[in-house]
């Protein structure tokens, strides 16, 4: 009997539910809250990747991935061109910056 062909990682297979989505979220959210207002998902991908065994391009998907999950529960706005969009439908350079509390900001 011959054993399985080895298959290589496939960080295109994750859920936002898994460990690595899960710290591609924190890792995301730190970059934001604690070294820029607002970042691009390539800058994501490379700050996730020096602490993982995996190329930043390889991470790509999955840090657009967890940035939609992340604007579709209100925390984050994705923009470009200066406009917000989704990310699922705009194709090159995006910036991701956490969702302003404008609603707080206006009560006050």
């Given at each position: 009997?011959?054993?399985?062909?080895?298959?290589?990682?496939?960080?295109?297979?994750?859920?936002?539910?898994?460990?690595?989505?899960?710290?591609?979220?924190?890792?995301?959210?730190?970059?934001?809250?604690?070294?820029?207002?607002q970042?691009?998902?390539?800058?994501?991908?490379?700050a996730?990747?020096?602490?993982?065994?995996?190329?930043?391009?390889?991470?790509?998907?999955?840090?657009?991935?967890?940035?939609?999950?992340?604007?579709?529960?209100?925390?984050?706005?994705?923009?470009?061109?200066?406009?917000?969009?989704?990310i699922?439908?705009?194709?090159?350079?995006?910036?991701?910056?956490?969702?302003?509390?404008?609603?707080?900001?206006?009560?006050?």
């Open positions: 009997m011959s054993a399985a062909p080895h298959r290589p990682f496939n960080p295109f297979r994750h859920r936002c539910d898994d460990p690595l989505a899960e710290r591609t979220r924190s890792c995301l959210l730190d970059l934001l809250r604690q070294e820029s207002p970042t691009c998902p390539s800058d994501v991908a490379r996730l990747s020096a602490h993982i065994d995996l190329e930043w391009r390889d991470l790509m998907r999955l840090v657009r991935t967890v940035a939609a999950e992340l604007a579709r529960e209100g925390l984050l706005e994705i923009h470009q061109n200066g406009a917000q969009v989704d699922n439908d705009a194709r090159g350079p995006v910036t991701l910056q956490l969702k302003r509390l404008r609603e707080t900001a206006s009560a006050n």
